[in-house]
């Protein structure tokens, strides 16, 4: 049986275990900078500035999907941005991030969301087309653009 539901500030370990897997499968797992203290900070409080869904099937946590608000200016309403989406592999198949993108798609509608978006690797193919079975769109026409760590610290002075 396949559940949903929500991640609490105790489960800040289970969310870092789901961010770590899913970094070691994007070939870069040592890039995660976070750690539980963080998280469980974060989840705790009064605006947190993600929310997270666990699929669980029969009971044992198989999946998750990290999100958070964006806006959109061209439709003036708040958008959802799927920062994380990560099946375990023995659970891929079985319908568990069919269905947590379903869920992400009724809240983005039950919070009048303009948009739902998330990034992909260019080189993951089959999230790529199982995305499109979903409907979908790739903006390739789009390229991320990305300053971090001492490239903020260097940009912002000039």
């Known amino acids: 049986m396949l559940e949903l539901r929500f991640a609490h500030p105790d489960d800040a370990g289970l969310v870092l275990q789901f961010i770590r897997a899913l970094a070691e499968y994007e070939r870069e797992a040592r890039s995660v900078e976070t750690t539980e203290a963080v998280l469980h900070q974060q989840l705790s409080a009064a605006n947190p500035p993600f929310e997270c869904l666990f699929a669980e099937l029969d009971g044992e946590p198989v999946g998750f999907a990290l999100f958070f608000h964006s806006y959109s200016t061209w439709t003036g309403k708040l958008g959802l941005w799927l920062e994380d989406l990560f099946v375990l592999p023995q659970a891929r198949r079985h319908g568990v991030g069919t269905t947590l993108l379903r869920r992400i798609a009724a809240i983005a509608r039950e919070r009048d969301c303009g948009r739902l978006e998330w990034s992909v690797l260019d080189?993951?193919?089959?999230?790529?087309?199982?995305?499109?079975?979903?409907?979908a769109r790739l903006m390739t026409e789009w390229v991320i653009c990305r300053v971090s760590g001492p490239q903020i610290a260097s940009l912002a002075e000039g």
């Not at 080189?123 to 409907?135: D, I, P, R, V």
């Open 123 to 135: 080189w993951n193919e089959s999230a790529q087309n199982f995305y499109k079975t979903l409907g």
